[in-house]
């Protein structure tokens, strides 16, 4: 990642000058490359003057290699625990469904041994009265 951010960096700092202003720095993201290359590093650019004053950690209107490293980690960090945040809340929700359908499977199963059972029952009474029936035309 941190390659990644590097080569970004050297791709935007074309005068080597070790910072960009404001101007540069939106220049440089017109370039289709920057853009895909900052797309690749998972960060959201919908805000390109925020996202630079939050770059501009000493507020000089210029972003140093170092702030920029440091921000774009920052902001990659942030959109990672976005992600996390997303996933651990579909994972509940997920998990919650499940133990929804568990207990109403359960109950479901509940209910047919009932009836299985009470078929069961019907059956052995069944038998009984044709085992009676039997015994009663045998012996006569």
Same mark, same amino acid.
């Given at each position: ?22 101007? $540069? ?5 017109? &370039?289709?490359?920057? !853009? ?19 770059? &501009? /950690? &000493? ?7 170092? /702030? ?52 069961? !029952?019907? $059956?052995? $009474?069944?038998?009984?009265?044709? /085992? $009676? ?8």
């Amino acid at each position: 990642y941190m390659k990644d951010i590097r080569i970004l960096w050297e791709r935007m700092d074309l005068s080597n000058a070790g910072s960009l202003s404001r101007r $540069q720095f939106q220049h440089a993201l017109e &370039d289709p490359t920057v !853009q895909a290359m900052v797309e690749h590093l998972n960060v959201d650019l919908v805000d390109i003057p925020t996202f630079f004053d939050s770059l &501009d /950690e &000493d507020g000089d209107g210029r972003v140093e290699l170092e /702030e920029f490293v440091v921000g774009m980690m920052r902001s990659n960090f942030k959109s990672n625990m976005v992600d996390s945040h997303t996933l651990l809340r579909e994972h509940r929700k997920a998990k919650r469904s499940s133990e929804k359908l568990a207990r109403r499977t359960q109950d479901h199963l509940s209910q047919v041994a009932h009836h299985l059972s009470r078929v069961a !029952q019907d $059956q052995q $009474q069944l038998f009984a009265l044709v /085992e $009676q029936k039997m015994d009663k035309s045998s012996s006569k």
